[in-house]
């Protein structure tokens, strides 16, 4: 439910919802609330200085247990401290709050010293207390658990012997610690909300008062789906404050007004346009533009069974040919995934087989005739076998001689990638005697419509984190109704699952992922058709000293932590950034190195750069936050 260069945004689904493409070019409408704002320069009237994003998707929660879209992600991050952060140059884990840790022999105490500088919004002190009672509440279920449970997997008890050290204990050991990627709530604020309160708890500034955080910023304006989001610095941040004053967000609905908008100097920062706005954007003055990698993939999901998760009988109206696996596993190979990276995604992808990307070592591929090609011969003779054969007029019939009927492509319509994607597949399945139709709809009604069961496809993207325990819980069984998307259930998927959560050894760990992934391709709950990227661009007349993640060749913004927003500086007072490469420079230096996938452009550039595939938000999708009550 997301994607990279294109689609509509996850970490959950979400974020790789950047699917905007070829053909994209038409005149799209800003949301309500911007339509009506006057236009401006991005910089306040005042000489505050005024970072403006303009992005596609809205902020679907500032509740960081009920938030699924990656914009609400990456506001928690501004809002909220970490136990941990991560390396800019390749992601690898590094102190935060954490300022060191160390395990027990076994693997089964793990024990970190917290900081004692850091401090919430409202003067009163961080704690290891906090750190706990945030962790306990995920330990104790509900949403919260929902949402960041996986990282907890068998840890038992979790407390605050004194204010600067926490101690998680386990009931087995961690192949994932200390990745712990939670945002830390303040107690003091928090434990007023009840378990019950959590699913309807915005979290919202309210009285003029700003939501009480430790981040480098405090959230003082906006709501949830709101088409306009304001932070401003925290003077007193323990890291030192940034050199921004207010950070604003704007949504707009399509990426040419967002586009336009950069142009006219309105936003200064345009997230999730299409490789072809990329390439448009060259030789434009004061404007640099990038393809960033990204590792995340689009897909195209399969309804393959929802069930009551109380009764366990089936609910919705899927379609009965998707119930099995070897149906979905042929219809892989009527897919032309290279005609899609050229003619959807302009060239900015590489073409998908499974759902931990290759930017990972635990990436796994199916090789020779195993793997997916298009083949549209080979796809009718694996449904002849299965006994989907062809009827009289030309269409398939399920096995007891029955029609297979029509099977609803749904397309997210914010989203031209989607809908190109699912255009196109209508077209091949046509080519081996299935008959189809698109359906296009807003992700927050799909994202009721898949908890519902009432679908048959439909088109959305993942980020997958440095570690891919998340990613591969959501195909879990526990999962269904939760982040499942596809209802997809595997014991065997599921043993696997939980033995990779223990086996710490770090070679054997990956080769069981491996397992899994191939079992999820060969049951095909997902047709995986890209690896994105993403497209941004900036003003370089306005701020400089932006790095990328992983350095170099990947992402601006979106990152894993807030380097560049504690660490951009406007062009003018920039100088050489402290010594550290900017974006312009670390292109150049990309370009030497010969290294390539990402592509730059930006004034006086109108070059085409390359990077190692690399690791951002593992930020994913859906809707609203009331969709998963």
């Given at each position: ?37 006057p ?7 005042d ?10 998707n ?18 928690w ?35 970190f ?12 002190p ?24 996986s ?23 961690s192949?994932s ?8 709530i ?15 708890y ?14 480098p ?8 789906g ?9 003077p007193d ?22 586009v336009?908008?950069?142009?006219k100097?309105?936003v ?6 299409s ?44 379609n ?5 696996a ?31 990307p ?22 009718g ?18 096995p ?37 139709e ?18 048959d ?13 998340s ?12 982040w ?5 259930c595997?014991?065997?998927?599921d043993?696997?699952y ?20 191939q ?64 974006a ?30 690399g690791?951002?938000?593992a ?11």
């Amino acid at each position: 439910m997301g994607s990279g260069a294109s689609t509509g945004n996850r970490p959950r689904k979400s974020r790789l919802a950047r699917g905007l493409a070829a053909g994209a070019l038409g005149l799209g409408l800003l949301a309500p609330g911007l339509a009506l704002a006057p236009a401006g320069p991005a910089q306040a009237a005042d000489d505050d200085v005024t970072f403006t994003v303009g992005v596609l998707n809205e902020a679907d929660s500032f509740n960081p247990f009920l938030g699924i879209e990656a914009t609400s992600f990456e506001m928690w991050a501004l809002m909220y401290d970490y136990l941990i952060t991560y390396s800019m140059d390749d992601m690898a884990v590094e102190p935060s709050l954490a300022t060191s840790w160390e395990t027990s022999e076994d693997g089964l105490t793990w024990t970190f010293d917290i900081t004692d500088e850091a401090t919430w919004s409202d003067g009163e002190p961080l704690t290891a207390e906090d750190v706990a009672f945030t962790y306990n509440r995920v330990l104790d279920g509900g949403p919260e658990r929902a949402t960041w449970g996986s990282y907890l997997a068998n840890v038992t008890s979790i407390t605050a012997p004194d204010a600067t050290t926490l101690v998680l204990e386990l009931e087995k050991p961690s192949s994932s610690l200390p990745l712990l990627p939670i945002p830390i709530i303040p107690e003091h604020v928090w434990a007023d909300v009840s378990e019950k309160d959590v699913k309807s708890y915005k979290n919202e500034p309210e009285g003029g008062e700003p939501v009480v955080g430790s981040g480098p910023f405090r959230l003082v304006d906006g709501s949830a789906g709101g088409s306009t989001i304001k932070f401003e610095a925290n003077p007193d941040y323990w890291k030192g404050a940034s050199h921004l004053d207010e950070v604003v967000f704007r949504v707009y609905k399509s990426e040419d007004p967002l586009v336009q908008a950069l142009k006219k100097g309105e936003v200064d920062f345009a997230d999730g346009i299409s490789a072809l706005q990329v390439r448009a954007l060259e030789g434009e003055d004061s404007i640099i533009a990038q393809n960033g990698d990204s590792p995340g993939f689009d897909e195209i999901a399969f309804n393959v069974g929802a069930v009551d998760l109380k009764t366990g009988d089936p609910i919705g109206d899927g379609n009965p040919a998707l119930l099995d696996a070897d149906f979905r596993h042929a219809l892989g190979y009527s897919i032309d995934n290279d005609q899609l990276i050229e003619k959807v995604y302009q060239g900015a992808g590489l073409p998908g087989s499974t759902i931990v990307p290759p930017a990972y070592q635990y990436h796994w591929a199916p090789e020779g005739e195993d793997a997916f090609s298009y083949d549209p011969e080979k796809a009718g003779e694996l449904l002849d076998a299965a006994g989907y054969t062809e009827g009289g007029d030309g269409l398939r019939t399920m096995p007891d001689g029955s029609p297979i009927g029509t099977l609803r492509l749904i397309a997210r319509a914010e989203s031209p990638t989607s809908l190109d994607t699912m255009n196109f597949f209508k077209e091949w399945l046509g080519d081996i005697g299935i008959d189809s139709e698109v359906v296009s709809m807003e992700s927050s009604k799909l994202t009721n419509v898949i908890l519902d069961g009432d679908f048959d496809a439909f088109q959305w993207g993942w980020y997958v984190e440095p570690d891919p325990t998340s990613m591969l819980s959501y195909m879990t069984c526990d999962q269904r109704g939760n982040w499942s998307d596809s209802w997809y259930c595997s014991e065997e998927y599921d043993a696997l699952y939980e033995e990779q959560l223990t086996e710490t050894d770090p070679d054997a760990r990956v080769e069981i992922v491996k397992e899994m992934q191939q079992l999820v391709f060969e049951d095909s709950p997902y047709l995986v058709t890209a690896y994105n990227t993403v497209g941004e661009a900036f003003r370089t007349d306005r701020f400089a000293c932006l790095v990328q993640q992983p350095n170099p060749g990947g992402v601006w913004l979106f990152q894993y932590g807030v380097y560049n927003y504690l660490n951009m500086q406007p062009a003018a007072d920039a100088g050489d950034c402290g010594g550290v490469a900017d974006a312009t420079e670390a292109t150049s230096a990309s370009e030497e190195s010969g290294i390539s996938t990402g592509a730059v452009v930006g004034i006086g550039l109108g070059v085409v750069v390359v990077a190692a595939l690399g690791v951002v938000v593992a930020l994913r999708r859906r809707g609203t936050a009331g969709d998963r009550e």
